[in-house]
């Protein structure tokens, strides 16, 4: 079975300039996560996907960070304009239900981005 | 709002020793899940070990066990005959039974001594 499959692995850019990371989730799974983890932290939920619509984008910066995932399977999460303390490894996953029935999640390996 | 500690930045083990990984937790739920997942420096996460909130018994997966508190909201990771491959950063996770933010703790890094 494949996995989380997420690209581009590690991207370098200016501050002010924009990045797209692209995410496709295992087969049949329902929900989609992106999560951004900086370095010596945990994981941070930006946003949740059940199928095609947004369950919980809380704590996603609008103003900055968008996200789409047409046709409940591929997700793309851009970040326009990047500002230096986003670098981070931007992580997506996906689960075959929403996470509230316990399901495990699985996650890809990331989009590591650095912005100078 | 959720909260998950772990105490400890950093453990080191020597090879085929055990080492034991604390995780405490704040919730006033009483139906919830607890999670170890290991981050290698390819930063993916791997799912270690789950436990389920309403289950008295200790979750096991091969070398790696949870010791879990339910009234100290304590949920420690043992992992015996430590291998070299079993160096990476550890997180602790929660999840509440009806949510769907699984909330993390800030890792420890485990090194293991050959």
């Known amino acids: 079975e494949a996995g989380v499959a997420q690209s581009p692995r590690y991207k370098i850019i200016e501050k002010r300039q924009s990045v797209a990371f692209w995410c496709n989730p295992i087969s049949g799974h329902a929900t989609l996560y992106w999560y951004q983890q900086i370095l010596g932290q945990g994981p941070k939920l930006l946003i949740q996907?059940?199928?095609?619509?947004?369950?919980?984008d809380s704590q996603l910066p609008k103003d900055r960070f968008s996200a789409e995932r047409l046709k409940g399977v591929d997700s793309t999460l851009k970040i326009q304009p990047a500002k230096l303390e986003d670098s981070a490894v931007y992580l997506c996953?996906?689960?075959?239900?929403?996470?509230?029935?316990?399901?495990?999640?699985?996650f890809g390996e990331g989009s590591w981005l650095t912005v100078v | 709002a959720q909260t998950v500690t772990q105490s400890q930045p950093e453990m080191s083990v020597q090879e085929a020793e055990t080492v034991t990984l604390s995780c405490t937790y704040d919730t006033s739920e009483s139906d919830y899940y607890l999670f170890w997942y290991k981050q290698p420096p390819s930063r993916q996460m791997i799912l270690v070990i789950r436990q389920e909130a309403y289950k008295q018994q200790n979750a096991t997966e091969n070398r790696f066990s949870v010791n879990f508190q339910k009234a100290a909201k304590s949920f420690s990771l043992k992992i015996s005959d430590s291998q070299l491959g079993d160096a990476a950063m550890y997180f602790c996770?929660?999840?509440?039974?009806?949510?769907?933010?699984?909330?993390f703790g800030g890792g420890t890094r485990v090194l293991v001594k050959p």
């Open positions: 996907f059940q199928n095609n619509g947004v369950v919980d």
């Open positions: 996953a996906s689960s075959p239900r929403p996470q509230g029935f316990g399901n495990t999640i699985y």
């Open positions: 996770a929660y999840l509440k039974a009806a949510g769907n933010k699984l909330t």
